[in-house]
């Protein structure tokens, strides 16, 4: 049974048969007792963690009570999702991001010390859910983004990666792609990310992704 696990970079999940997944995300219990996805979230607190962390054994995946494991191609999709570096098997990763995320999207620096990550959990719930299970996206020049980010057009997904545009897929990126520049597209990657990624946080990227 190939189950509905994988997400793509809208935050959907499907259920695809890819092994190339890097990374492991948690959204809470969205399955049945017949394994079946009946929610698209069940908290705010969306991480993604490392496949495997110091002698942690998993049941059998989408046990009873248990939550749904999510897999991503990389973290760069995780985050386009809208899951954030978990603060347990990651604690340096999430922190990094939370200290680029603060600079990036709180102006006075006297408030970062009172910020926890449950106030950005709701600012990120809100720039990446529609009730409903829907995507929040926004429109952007790709001169505007930074590397990592994701966006859309024609309905492909696609990375700024630094190699150049690649178009995703569940199973890695594709060739470098030559686009406009200038072009108007959707962004997929949650607004406050993009800014985190511009003030210098490089999410992590699949290997056919690397120059």
């Known amino acids: 049974m190939t189950l509905q696990n994988r997400v793509d ?4 999940l499907h259920a695809h048969p890819s092994k190339a997944s890097t990374r492991l995300g948690n959204r809470g219990i ?7 996805i009946v929610r698209p979230w069940a908290h705010k607190g969306w991480v993604s963690c490392l496949l495997t962390f110091k002698d942690i ?3 059998e995946l989408f046990s009873a009570s248990k939550y749904s494991e999510l897999f991503f191609l990389d ?3 995780a985050f386009s999702a809208g899951h954030r570096p978990c603060s347990y098997c990651q604690k340096d990763r999430s922190n990094a991001f939370k200290e680029a995320w603060l600079r990036a999207n ?9 910020f926890r990550m449950p106030q950005i959990d709701k600012i990120l719930h809100s720039e990446r859910a529609i009730r409903g299970g829907g995507k929040v996206t926004y429109e952007a020049c790709i001169a505007e983004l930074p590397v990592g980010s994701m966006f ?5 997904a696609f990375l700024l990666s630094p190699k150049g545009i690649l178009p995703w897929s569940f199973d890695g990126y594709g060739a470098v792609q030559v686009l406009d520049k200038q072009m108007s597209v959707r962004v997929l990657t949650p607004r406050s990310i993009v800014r985190a990624f511009a003030a210098g946080f ?10």
Do not use: C, Y
Request: net charge negative; glycine share 10%; hydrophobic share 25%.
């Open 106 to 114: 709180v102006a006075d620096p006297d408030q970062f010390d009172s």
């Open 75 to 77: 973290e760069a999709t």
């Open 30 to 36: 969205l399955h049945d007792g017949n394994k079946q």
């Open 202 to 211: 490089v999410p992590l990227m699949h290997a056919s992704a690397q120059p």
């Open 9 to 12: 970079p809208w935050g959907q």
């Open 57 to 59: 054994k998993r049941p």
């Open 152 to 156: 859309e057009s024609g309905g492909t």
